[in-house]
Nanobody, 125 residues
Framework: VQLQASGGGLVQAGGYLRLSCAAS????????VGWFRQTPGKEREFVAG????????YYADSVKGRFTISRVSAENLVNLQMNSLRLEDTAVYSC???????????????????WGQGTQVTVSS
């Protein structure tokens, strides 16, 4: 499956953005889709994940209550709605997918087999 991430940009602190992850080649059925972010010099960090079948969602503590991950079945999309953005949310955001991720490996980048290109999110003061 090929993934395409979009929706990044420049936003002021307190603002919002919506990222999208589109799949081509096959549907997300049976996959867990995760969003990760990375800043220079730091390791990739898990942000949120969703199991396509059933729709269970998972969030990093740092984004709980501010970010919402959701699926759009008709468009084979996973969205990440990011509200109340903070300076520390600035990063390159990437989406990833896997059929074999389990709860204990949700936040482990190497557990995901397919990755989209990153999209830059910059939060300014």
């Amino acid at each position: 499956v090929q993934l395409q991430a979009s929706g990044g940009g420049l936003v002021q602190a307190g603002g919002y953005l919506r990222l999208s992850c589109a799949a081509s080649g096959r549907t997300f059925s049976g996959y867990t889709v995760g969003w990760f972010r990375q800043t220079p010099g730091k390791e990739r960090e898990f942000v949120a994940g969703i199991k396509w079948s059933g729709g269970s969602t998972y969030y990093a503590d740092s984004v709980k209550g501010r970010f919402t991950i959701s699926r759009v079945s008709a468009e084979n999309l996973v969205n990440l709605q990011m509200n109340s953005l903070r300076l520390e949310d600035t990063a390159v955001y990437s989406c990833a997918a896997s059929r074999t991720v389990i709860y204990s490996t949700l936040g482990v980048p190497s557990a995901y087999h397919y990755w989209g290109q990153g999209t830059q999110v910059t939060v300014s003061s």
